[in-house]
């Protein structure tokens, strides 16, 4: 974009009658960042750039601050905050309060924090200290979930729940099937020592307002130990750090660069991760080296995180469409064991490819890049998200869990897939529970579900109301931005077209 440009796309979002006031200082920051040139990039690294296969995710063109932040939330409300003049609560009010000023001073790259904590065992000591009544700790609850979803206008923004049941947990899930707000996005972290009962409390919540979804907690505290956090769409990261950058390789528009199998395969992916690894060390060179973020920055001085806790995701999305170019006709990725078996050979190199490669500055992962299904941006048409099965393509729902929990093992920071249900399964909760038992036994890392007549809808890995959606469409302004992508990604991705599912499937 040449200067002109530039300053017309500046003027043009001056002007936006759509865009809040909050969304247009965002975007103005973004286009003056944008017009930095400070990173050193090679001309083969942008001729991947220029043909979209390497995807910096609207990152911009000049780190200043990690992508995703995990501050240490137990040790704030243990100790509290010197910088904000905040010390350890001593009630319910007081707790609530202390984490609303804190997440207003959490970076991010969309400038919301992407994670508000473990937010019930955070909670759940002045819950139960006997100083509220449980009708006090719900009123308090839904307040502090209100005030999230009103001013931190972002479905990016992640807290969790679990593994083990609380009163503050339930207060949480009845909350949230009463206000039914997109924001915060939240995750049961649901393992053996999860009850029942308080998993099909999360279940029947979920079917109403599209969370929580539930992660593997055995599988994620194999990767990270028992402190991770499930942060932005459904990302595994440590806790007290984050994920200095996240790019992805868009394997939909590789394969559209040879007709050879072999030749993608052995010569093209290779580059394609060589290529992208280069570029994500100088973005975190010039983050860590030139920004020198960690010198500086109050939560980092108070040891909320660490430069030593964090880690950067190697991003991938369209699995099945790389697949589906190689193989014969009627043979398609989730319905044919061949083009199971080019996927999985796929990931296997890529995982090879990506574990040869060193930067001392991702020490929360021992130098290693974390592979991550990415979910996919508003612009993609005819990408699916990591490696899911092309939404109008899903088989059973027995079939569908057998093959994607075959390639969850890969991410450790992150993938998922997503199942809607009708009204059938309303009733009989635990068959949903039973499915996600048997997908986490066999290795599935994390599932997301709604019930088809829902408003809050999830479309990739954030949460959307289709009521906002509608709203933006007919030209009026929305509260959230994710809204935006929610409409983008329903039209382009389809995602409202989701095979529904049934106990009679």
């Known amino acids: 974009m040449d200067k ?34 400070v990173l050193s990039i090679s001309e083969p690294i942008q001729k991947y750039r220029d043909a979209g296969v390497i995807c910096d995710l609207y990152e911009g063109n000049a780190p200043y601050r990690p992508r995703y932040i995990v501050p240490d939330y137990e040790k704030f409300m243990a100790e509290g905050c010197d910088f904000l003049n905040l010390s350890p609560a001593e009630d319910l009010y007081d707790a609530i309060n202390n984490l609303q000023i804190i997440y207003r001073h959490v ?52 807290g969790n729940i679990g593994p083990v049941e609380t009163l503050t947990g339930r207060l949480i899930l009845k909350a949230e099937r009463e206000l039914q707000d997109s924001i915060p996005n939240i995750t049961l972290k649901f393992g053996a020592e999860t009850s029942e009962s308080f998993a099909i409390d999360a279940v029947e919540t979920s079917l109403i307002t599209a969370k929580p979804s539930f992660s593997n907690h055995e599988m994620y505290s194999e990767d990270f130990g028992e402190r991770y956090a499930i942060v932005s769409c459904y990302n595994g990261l440590p806790i007290g750090g984050g994920s200095l ?56 001085k108070e040891g909320l995180i660490s430069a030593d806790k964090f880690t950067a995701m190697f991003g991938m999305v369209g699995l099945a469409e790389a697949v589906n170019r190689f193989m014969p006709e009627g043979q398609r990725f989730g319905h044919s064991e061949d083009a199971e078996a080019l996927g999985l050979r796929i990931m296997e190199i890529i995982d090879s490819e990506v574990s040869k490669y060193h930067n001392p500055h991702l020490k929360g992962s021992d130098g290693k890049y974390l ?97 906002e959606i509608e709203k933006l469409s007919r030209g009026e302004a929305v509260l959230r931005d994710t809204v935006v992508l929610g409409k983008g990604a329903v039209d382009n991705a389809k995602v409202l077209e989701r095979k529904v599912r049934g106990i009679s499937e």
């Open 371 to 467: 592979l991550h299904a990415q979910v996919g941006i508003d612009t993609d048409f005819g990408i699916s998200p990591g490696v899911r099965i092309p939404i109008g393509e899903e088989p059973s729902i027995y079939e569908h869990l057998f093959n994607a929990q075959k390639f969850h093992k890969y991410f450790p920071s992150g993938v998922g897939d997503i199942f809607t249900f009708d009204q059938t399964v309303n009733a009989n909760p635990t068959y949903i529970l039973n499915l996600i038992k048997g997908a986490f036994k066999n290795k599935m890392r994390y599932i997301s579900f709604y019930g088809a007549d829902a408003d809050v809808i999830r479309i990739t890995g954030y949460l959307v109301k289709k009521s």
């Open 245 to 300: 950058t996240l790019v992805r390789l868009v394997l939909a528009r590789l394969a559209e660069q040879t007709e050879s199998v072999e030749v993608f395969l052995t010569e093209l992916l290779p580059d394609a991760v060589e290529k992208m690894i280069a570029y994500m060390d100088e973005r975190i060179r010039f983050l860590m080296e030139d920004v020198k973020f960690f010198d500086h920055h109050f939560l980092a």
């Open 4 to 37: 002109t440009e530039a300053i017309n796309a500046i003027l043009d979002t001056v002007k936006d009658g759509v865009l809040t006031y909050e969304m247009k200082v965002n975007t103005l920051a973004k286009q003056a960042e944008n017009l930095l040139d």
């Open 107 to 158: 970076p991010s790259i969309t400038t919301f924090p992407v994670y508000i904590g473990n937010i019930d065992t955070l909670l759940e000591p002045f819950v139960t200290s006997g100083k509220h009544t449980e009708t006090e700790s719900l009123a308090a609850i839904k307040r502090f979930l209100k005030y999230i979803d009103r001013t931190i206008t972002d479905s990016f923004c992640h």
